[in-house]
């Protein structure tokens, strides 16, 4: 059974291993200063993330789908859940 918060390693595997896309613990950490990572939270001084704000966030950062390279050029705005309203439900454990 996989566990409700996940420590950045284990957030950082997840990422790479169950959504195939690159992703490394130390680059978790850099986004929690600069802005822009998944929703995280605090036990204490631990950070622990839930699988379902990975997903979430992953969704919200990819583009596409294209056919073309060239296609992706022209569409000056992409399609997030996030930025639309409608949100990604997050179930409370």
């Known amino acids: 059974m996989r566990p409700i918060y996940l420590t950045r390693i284990q957030a950082a595997k997840f990422v ?3 959504l195939g896309l690159s992703c490394s613990p ?3 950490a850099k986004l929690i ?3 822009g990572g998944p929703r995280y939270w605090k036990f204490g001084r631990a950070v622990r ?3 379902d704000a990975l997903e ?3 969704f919200q950062r990819l583009e596409g789908p294209f056919e073309n390279s ?3 050029a022209r569409s000056k705005s ?3 859940y996030l930025k ?6 997050f179930e409370e454990a």
């Open 78 to 80: 992409t399609f997030s």
């Open 70 to 72: 060239s296609e992706r």
């Open 56 to 58: 979430a966030w992953t």
């Open 33 to 35: 200063v600069t802005g």
């Open 84 to 89: 639309s309203g409608l949100g990604m439900p």
């Open 49 to 51: 993330y839930r699988a």
């Open 26 to 28: 130390n680059w978790l």
């Open 16 to 18: 790479r291993e169950q």
